[in-house]
């Protein structure tokens, strides 16, 4: 069976080079074997985010497309932190996507983020998730996601 990085390449997919936070806090953290991540919004490679809330300016396609990069960015964060083939099990995975009122079709988007995660990492990448609502996110994102994960010893 092919690996995570092998998965990525043939989806033609490649993770970007994440920098450190901006800010006082890590990236990830772990205890034990468990990592948590955190929040990563939809920037792409070129530094730029996809932006906006569904429904005023962008749809729920640009969404969807925005949650797959964040959780690119999240596959880039844990490949970091232990790599991908360190991978056991994500436990649980946290959407927001911003909305204008009374967009309430967040597992829609959220979907595309599970997807690339079940994708990538087989079956350690089926996980119990939560599809949230925003009126924004940090720096105007389409969508942010975090995720707790389990990983080898």
Same mark, same amino acid.
């Given at each position: ?27 990830? @953290?772990?205890? /034990?074997? *468990? +990592?948590? $991540?955190? !929040? ?10 996809? &932006?906006?809330?569904? !429904?005023?300016?962008?749809? #729920? ?5 925005? &949650?797959?990069? &964040? &959780?690119?960015? $999240? ?8 790599? *991908?083939?360190? #991978?056991?099990?994500?436990?649980? $995975?946290?959407?927001? #996507?911003?909305?204008? /009122?009374?967009? @309430?079709?967040?597992? @829609? ?7 690339? $995660? ?6 350690? !990448?089926?996980?119990?998730? @939560? ?5 924004? +996110?940090?720096?105007? %994102? *389409?969508? /942010?996601?975090? %995720? #707790? ?5």
């Amino acid at each position: 069976m092919a690996g995570p990085h092998v998965r990525l390449a043939d989806r033609g997919l490649v993770l970007p080079d994440l920098g450190a936070p901006a800010y006082a806090y890590e990236a990830w @953290t772990r205890h /034990e074997d *468990l +990592l948590y $991540l955190s !929040g990563q919004i939809s920037r792409v490679a070129d530094g730029s985010i996809l &932006a906006g809330r569904v !429904g005023d300016d962008a749809t #729920v396609a640009d969404a969807s497309a925005a &949650a797959e990069v &964040a &959780a690119l960015n $999240l596959l880039s964060r844990i490949d970091q932190a232990v790599g *991908l083939d360190q #991978v056991a099990a994500v436990l649980k $995975l946290n959407v927001w #996507v911003a909305g204008g /009122e009374g967009f @309430t079709d967040q597992p @829609t988007v959220a979907e595309s983020a599970s997807r690339l $995660l079940i994708d990538v990492l087989g079956d350690a !990448g089926r996980h119990a998730r @939560t599809a949230l609502p925003s009126p924004v +996110l940090p720096k105007n %994102a *389409l969508v /942010e996601l975090d %995720a #707790v994960v389990a990983v080898r010893s």
